[in-house]
């Protein structure tokens, strides 16, 4: 079985400061890694995603994550965060070729101006 | 295409009554999924159908609970009876497993149950 830990509830940063949220995994087997966005009052939107090559990987709106097989990590970053930032992160996992997908408790980032 | 479409999206219902969620996927998807959303808990896997067949409820709480899928076209999830602990958000979610694919999840049904 699998498990993810996000070892940070919430996250208060400024503007323009550089940003990482933390993400540990826990599996036996092969796994895809993803990163979801949630707004307020929306449903969750997937933000990036590990799933073979490349360990490093990009959204198209300046976040980036490096899946790290050693330390069963996949942190997100941006170098230079945007009020319109402000959103619960999720990480996620799921077994290569399975149906799962599991989520971590989320952390609640904040950008103040 | 409209996205993953769940109705009624606030439900306010007294203990003991019965509380039936909608879904209807992405038309073409072949899986869907279940889960709830506290603050408590975070975000639950309650159950997950392939090809309209249940795959694993190991995540539905109890017998309260109980969810079927009678076409690709939509799923309900009913609790009966309701507790004021069901309160949560429910979120539907579609993909297309082929391995990897990412999730698309509906806005998300909040229930009050008091």
């Known amino acids: 079985a699998q498990s993810v830990t996000q070892l940070d509830s919430q996250v208060p940063v400024f503007e323009e400061a550089p940003v990482e949220l933390r993400c540990n995994y826990s599996?036996?087997?092969?796994?895809?890694l993803f990163w979801y966005v949630q707004y307020p009052n929306q449903g969750l939107q997937l933000l990036l995603k590990?799933?073979?090559?490349?360990?490093l990987v990009k959204s198209i709106n300046g976040f980036e994550a490096e899946f790290n097989k050693s330390q069963t990590s996949f942190h997100l970053r941006k170098p230079s965060v945007h009020i319109s930032d402000t959103a619960e992160y999720f990480c996620?996992?799921?077994?290569?070729?399975?149906?799962?997908?599991?989520f971590g408790a989320g952390t609640r980032l904040f950008v103040k101006a | 295409d409209a996205g993953v479409i769940q109705s009624p999206r606030h439900e306010v219902t007294e203990m003991g009554q019965e509380v039936t969620l909608r879904c209807k996927p992405i038309?073409?998807?072949?899986?869907l999924f279940w889960y709830r959303q506290t603050m408590m808990r975070g975000l639950e896997l309650l159950i997950y159908?392939?090809?309209?067949?249940?795959?694993?409820d190991s995540g539905m709480p109890e017998d309260r609970f109980s969810a079927k899928m009678p076409n690709a076209s939509f799923s309900t999830l009913k609790i009966q009876p309701s507790e004021p602990r069901d309160s949560a958000v429910y979120f539907c979610?579609?993909?297309?497993?082929?391995?990897?694919?990412?999730?698309?999840f509906g806005s998300g049904t909040q229930l009050s149950v008091l």
């Open positions: 979610a579609s993909s297309f497993r082929q391995g990897g694919e990412k999730l698309f």
């Open positions: 599996s036996s087997v092969s796994v895809y």
């Open positions: 590990y799933l073979s090559g490349s360990t």
């Open positions: 996620a996992v799921s077994e290569t070729g399975g149906f799962k997908t599991i």
């Open positions: 038309s073409g998807h072949n899986s």
């Open positions: 159908f392939n090809n309209n067949v249940p795959i694993d």
